[in-house]
């Protein structure tokens, strides 16, 4: 059993369906990144399992416990807010203690705790500080370490590093799932930032129009995309159409050339997902997995530069073209591609 | 152009502000004497400027129980009313606020309402419902709740229901801005942390209002302190504020420098909580 277990959740504003019949589960110690762009449902998700919102139908229980017509108040998990929400009138140290506080904890053994979890995001000197007087990052600690303090079993993280400058980011990331592994609580992180996603999470659950797509460790949900959807949102990878052909193949108009994969293509196939990065230049052009195209325009992006290239059937390919093979050709200039067969992904939708 | 900006309300306050100060200033140290007006300037022309202050007047304030106890009455009249369009304004603000926003203005405009008739009507309004004759008393009699009419008017009540009506939008509006800007986040992380509603307006809502009560007490308090008509149509005999004293002395005494160190006197009397509001505002 998984320490949350969603099951047939639904919820919708007005007419606007935010969530349709959403089944998730998480286990304990587990940390799941929700992904999806702005409208996916990804922020009601955690306010429904937080109790800020109530759901239409469907259950939530954590650690058998169920949770759906319980106020959040009484929720034994804590979320960190993507505004962080810290006290204006409160200074960094009673932020932190603030959730002891309502829990009764005796003042010796709230002070030693707030120290012990301001300490862990290494802003110890700071207790005395008011919110307004902190950076970014140091609020965003503050913030991180006030919803870790009661040690929840889980914890609800909405966008956690998308207020933080580039540099700040990074690190922040590192930091984040160091402390997960040192706390051992379940983290759920919502972003739509599917770098932060495929970087921080043991687990992607990519949601669109209020349904859950898929659901996998992130190294298999970017080599094997599901649907055209996750394909094209996770690493942005090219999706070609074409029409299944008597061999197993796919025959890509659009491509002038067909797609072959290492199995036959299932039945009903319509559509196949390929990376960019798995395109190679300058191979032999000659029959299943290469084509031929027009450079249309090039993008340095330091250890690489994006392509696009016009193929022969009029599809306009992403391409990348990694540093270290050379200086990538002109704009204009005609190229010939190729590819693995492993690299070509089956879409089903 | 910058300068021009400042010129306009500089001389607006040099006109209409610090002249008739000066004026009431030197008033409250002039002689009285008999004449049109009744009073002797306070200085002279004597080979030069000689200033001849008469400082009798704000000894007579300190000396005499009259004007020390229409000076407390008008205290407890102006907090009794500021504090009770505390405690009404505040649900009424926080009402608004977390209304749905298409019901905001509607409602915001239903406070400013009363302000679309006339002062001395609304009073009015009053004396018709509390009169012995009154409304009020004619449905408790017919109702056969009473057999005498209760003595509604010229009591406290009737004073402090007059002042309440026509003060509270002060209290609403400055409240409703301060809670229309609380992040309503505050409040879910306060209860994601175990607060219950109870504890989360105790500990995030109401301090975070707190400014926003301030400056509603103090709207209230500073024009209730001086508020003359009121207390005189709707207040009991024996109430004397210090409007009242004031406009016994400047049309019924005819002792001018009395009625301005009254209001002089008054002035100094409501600086120290707008002091004290600025000290906090600015603390913040």
Known sequence: MGLLEIAGLAKRFGAVPALVGLDLRVEAGEFLALLGGSGSGKSTLLRLI??????????????????????????????????????????????????????????????????????????????????????????QRVALARALVKRPKLLLLDEPLGALDANLRERTGFELRALQRRTGASFIMVTHDQQEALALADRVAVLEHGRLVQAGPPRAVYERPATRFVAGFLGAANVLEGAPDAA????????????????????????????????????????????????????????DSLLLVRAAGGTLLRVSHAEEDGPPPAIGSTVTMGWEAAAVVPLAG | MRRLQL??????????????????????????GPGVPPFLLPFAWDGGLVLRPNWEPFGLLVADDYYVSAFLQSLWVAGGTAGLCLLLGFPMALGIARAKPHWRAPLL??????????????VG????????????????????????????LYSDLALFLGMVHAYLPFAVLPLYASLSRLDLTLEEAASDLGATPATVFRTIT???????????????????????????????????????????????????????ALAVALLAMLILPIRLFQRLEARR
Request: aromatic letters at 8%; proline letters at 10%; a neutral charge.
């Open chain 2, 125 to 152: 309004a009053w004396i018709g419902l509390l009169r012995d004759e009154g409304w009020v008393n004619g449905v408790l009699r017919g109702l056969g709740w009473i057999d005498a009419p209760l003595p509604l």
């Open chain 1, 50 to 139: 937080a109790g800020f919102e109530a759901p239409d139908a469907g259950s939530i229980r954590l650690g058998g416990q169920d949770l759906t017509a319980m106020p959040p108040h009484a929720r034994p998990l804590n979320m960190m807010f993507q505004s962080y929400a810290l006290f204006p009138h409160l200074s960094v140290g009673n932020n932190v203690g603030y959730g002891l506080r309502r829990e009764g904890t005796p003042r010796a053994e709230r002070e030693a705790r707030v120290a012990e979890a301001l300490a862990m995001v290494g802003m110890q000197e700071l207790a005395g500080r008011m919110p307004h007087r902190l950076s970014g990052g140091q609020r």
């Open chain 1, 248 to 303: 197993g193949g796919l025959d890509c108009p659009g491509l002038g050339s067909t797609l072959r994969a290492p199995a036959s293509m299932p039945a009903g196939t319509t559509a196949c997902a390929l990376r960019p990065e798995r395109i190679a230049l300058g191979q032999p052009v000659g029959g299943a997995n290469t084509a031929s195209g027009v450079v249309e325009d090039l993008a340095f992006r330091g250890d």
């Open chain 2, 109 to 122: 405009m239903a406070v400013l309402l009363p302000f679309w008739t006339g002062f001395l009507p609304r």
């Open chain 2, 7 to 32: 010129l306009v309300p500089a001389l607006w306050l040099a006109g209409f502000v610090a002249l008739p100060l000066l004026v009431v200033l030197l008033l409250s140290i002039a002689q009285p």
């Open chain 2, 206 to 260: 109401l301090p975070l209002a707190a400014p926003g009560a301030l400056a509603a007490f103090l709207l209230v308090f500073i024009p209730a302190a001086g508020e003359y008509v009121i207390p005189e149509l709707l207040g009991p005999p024996e109430a004397l504020l210090v409007g009242r004293a004031l406009w016994q002395e400047f049309f019924q005494n005819r002792d001018w420098p009395v009625a301005a």
